[in-house]
């Protein structure tokens, strides 16, 4: 039993060494149509990081030609399936630009512009590559309007623009949560304007009343009548939109201990 296991062995080796050495072999040669063919064979039996080097030479030997088209899209969704989403990014891009009429374009700009959206980060993080991801699927929905993608494409946007607006918000909790009154208020006051749509709204809101007390209380005695105010006028507003919230019990204690002050200073 251990030597016919021993015979499976070194014949899986052997197997795997001429295998090697067949595909270094057409690597260094000069047959391009047996490095197509080599070429296809492991990209369709899923072995892309190995493909990836003869589909290069092909193109670079005959980049006008149909398997030069062909590999270079290939070379592209090679990258792709290996994650390398930077790489399959460059490449999809270059054959939108390089072969504007192909068939394949349209799918080619999809994934270029997915690529763009598998290297957007965690939302904590900067969000630049972010935008430019929407950027990138906005164009194709722009360039490709009756496309069959587009829902899925609206589905995508939807998912990076919520991400940069939870972005924005932990930064508005960030500023209460560490007492810079005044930042959280302005980040809180861009937030309800940019995000009016917002499942934290309310919660935004809230921040910005309760901030927006703290801000006045620590105020200097010439600012501080005109926060207590804009205070009380921000609890008005909130209370109108929320008349139900849970909020709203603790902010009216603040803008009741407000105006008491406001009172006392005007009498």
Do not use: W
């Amino acid at each position: 039993m251990k030597k016919q296991f021993k015979y499976i062995a070194l014949l899986i080796v052997l197997l795997i060494s001429v295998a090697c050495n067949d595909y270094n072999q057409i690597i260094k040669g000069d047959d391009y149509q047996k490095k197509f063919n080599k070429a296809n064979s492991l990209f369709d039996d899923k072995e892309f990081d190995r493909c990836i080097v003869l589909y290069e030479q092909i193109y670079q030997h005959s980049p006008k030609s149909g398997e030069g088209e062909l590999s270079y899209y290939r070379l592209a969704k090679s990258y792709y399936e290996i994650e390398d989403f930077y790489m399959s990014g460059y490449y999809f891009s270059s054959f939108v630009q390089r072969f504007p009429f192909s068939s394949k374009t349209e799918e080619a700009y999809f994934l270029m512009a997915l690529s763009n959206v598998k290297n957007s980060p965690e939302f904590s993080l900067d969000q630049t590559e972010t935008e430019q991801a929407i950027t990138s699927i906005q164009g194709f929905v722009d360039r490709y309007p009756n496309s069959k993608l587009i829902d899925s494409c609206n589905h995508v946007i939807d998912n990076l623009r919520f991400k940069i607006e939870k972005k924005d918000f932990e930064q508005v909790k960030l500023y209460a949560k560490t007492e810079n009154y005044r930042a959280a208020v302005t980040s809180a006051e861009i937030f309800i304007e940019k995000y009016s749509k917002s499942k934290y709204f309310e919660e935004a809101y809230y921040i910005l009343v309760k901030n927006s007390h703290q801000l006045a209380l620590n105020s200097i005695s010439s600012k501080k009548i005109e926060r207590i105010d804009q205070t009380i006028e921000r609890f008005s507003n909130f209370a109108l939109l929320y008349p139900n919230s849970t909020y709203l019990k603790e902010l009216e204690g603040f803008t009741k201990s407000l105006e008491q002050q406001r009172n006392n200073k005007t009498e």
